[in-house]
């Protein structure tokens, strides 16, 4: 019994781990690279383990990150069961197809180049038609029910916070008639976000694999986090700007709606037009509105008896080019919330573009910045940022609001590895090594002795 680890060690993406147990091995995970001009490449490399080997693959969440090679292992010979929460499922529909037109698109343009200068021409990594064949070979597990899913491998899905479907994964390994468990914190949300369930303490585990990707710092406290949030509203509006908020599509969003209904009234919105951006959120949120059965208590009480969008009388749901091209003509009172979250694609581009020159314009980073990602240029100060070959002078201001993070920060990854018995050996995943060293040396110092390590990509672990 061995966890094998090829992804997202020393890095935040691209999370793919191997468990193997007894002859049957399971894929946790099988993420997209982002990030960083090498990121394409790194994502067309083959696997580094034999895809007629898997047995399985079983998913933390929907994010990119972690589920994004799915349609490519798929595309490349992989037939067997692809495990997800439920709710996890009806979100990939909406996201790997979204990831494999916009695989379509770039080759289509990447190609018009290279034809005319005689070069060979690409395929996309994958098509539509290979993500809807992965979504044929996937299989709804709901939270908290234990199930066998190989001989000697059951699996459990516990509440991850992160997300609306995200998931602590509990394997369960038996070998031989020993039997060990692995822990796989997924991704983990912080402590009281809006909209989803804490996230589960769990209480022993043999082996714990632990995402690390705040695990050097604290976030703002919600209140300061809220109070910020108001102010930036208050103060755009006497500016006479427009507010741009890259946000992702799943989980982002809908907490950035949750706020913007509780806090309607205190934060001035009546006058704003608010427009969501991008055909994956709203049809994102639409899966929020079905699974209200996964909502916290607050949030049951706020949009429980929600039956369909909008959550707000002024927001405009864009779905189509046509309605996203004519925001351009406004100048001022529009919050535009669209795609993609580090700037990297998407819509929010095109918003750059027409505003981030102009001084009464506010930019909300509300979300992780990759190294090598325009989001990150902006976060870091840059005076210009580079658009379809054009520079673009930065006179907006722009505003990190860390406190609204969907991961949890150093404490609370702390606290949830606290929270097991006899402090099982922990290997830090989904990082950056900055941020793991930081949380390796927290840990060291308030569980002295304890076996916390960082994992390194293709290092094998026994159970």
């Not at 895809?51 to 992989?78: C, F, K, M, N, T």
């Not at 690390?212 to 604290?218: A, E, K, L, Q």
């Not at 290997?427 to 076996?451: C, I, N, T």
Request: one cysteine or more.
């Amino acid at each position: 019994m061995d966890v094998t680890f090829h992804g997202a060690a020393g890095e935040v993406t691209g999370s793919c781990h191997i468990v193997n147990v007894a002859g049957k091995r399971i894929l946790l995970d099988c993420g997209q690279i982002q990030g960083g001009r090498d990121a394409e490449a790194r994502n067309r490399e083959p696997f580094p383990f034999d895809i007629e080997s898997i047995d399985a693959v079983v998913l933390s969440h929907a994010h990119i990150d972690h589920s994004g090679r799915i349609p490519l292992l798929v595309r490349q010979g992989y037939s067997g069961p692809i495990y997800a929460q439920t709710a996890t499922r009806e979100l990939c529909s909406i996201m790997l197809a979204d990831a494999a037109y916009l695989q379509e698109k770039e080759v289509i343009w990447e190609n018009r180049k290279r034809e005319r200068k005689g070069l060979a021409l690409l395929q996309a990594l994958y098509t539509r038609e290979d993500a809807a064949q992965a979504m044929k070979q996937f299989r709804s597990i709901p939270y908290t029910q234990k199930r066998e899913i190989l001989p000697g491998i059951s699996i459990r899905y516990m509440d991850a916070g992160h997300i609306l479907g995200s998931a602590i994964v509990e394997v369960w390994c038996k070998e031989g008639g020993v039997t060990r468990k692995l822990v796989f914190s997924g991704d983990l949300g912080p402590t009281g976000a809006p909209i989803l369930r804490d996230p589960t303490m769990i209480g022993e585990a043999d082996l714990v694999l632990m995402e690390s990707t705040y695990g050097d710092r604290n976030h703002r406290s919600h209140e300061e986090t809220l109070e910020e949030l108001g102010e930036i509203f208050r103060t755009a509006s006497r500016a006479h700007g427009n507010i741009l908020i890259p946000a992702f599509a799943v989980g982002r969003s809908q907490n950035l709606l949750y706020y913007m209904s509780k806090y309607y009234d205190e934060w001035g919105l009546k006058g704003w037009h608010i427009f969501l951006d991008s055909p994956m959120a709203i049809r994102a949120t639409g899966v929020y509105v079905r699974h209200r059965a996964e909502y916290d208590e607050e949030a049951r009480a706020l949009w429980g008896g929600k039956k369909a969008l909008p959550m707000l009388s002024n927001v405009h749901f864009t779905r189509t080019s046509k309605q996203s091209m004519a925001i351009n003509n406004i100048h001022s009172g529009a919050i535009i919330m669209a795609g993609s979250g580090m700037c990297e694609g998407g819509r929010i581009r095109h918003h750059l573009k027409n505003n981030v020159w102009r001084k009464q314009c506010q930019v909300l980073i509300v979300g992780y910045q990759a190294n090598g990602t325009t989001g990150r240029l902006l976060v870091d100060g840059a005076e210009n940022i580079r658009l379809w070959g054009e520079e673009i002078r930065v006179g907006a201001t722009i505003h990190t609001v860390g406190g609204l993070s969907a991961h949890a920060d150093q404490d609370e990854l702390v606290r949830w590895y606290k929270g097991f018995k006899q402090a099982p050996p922990l290997y830090l995943v989904h990082g950056e090594p900055k941020s793991q060293a930081a949380l390796q040396e927290k840990l060291q110092q308030e569980l002295p002795g304890r076996p916390i390590y960082i994992a390194q990509r293709g290092q094998r672990v026994a159970l």
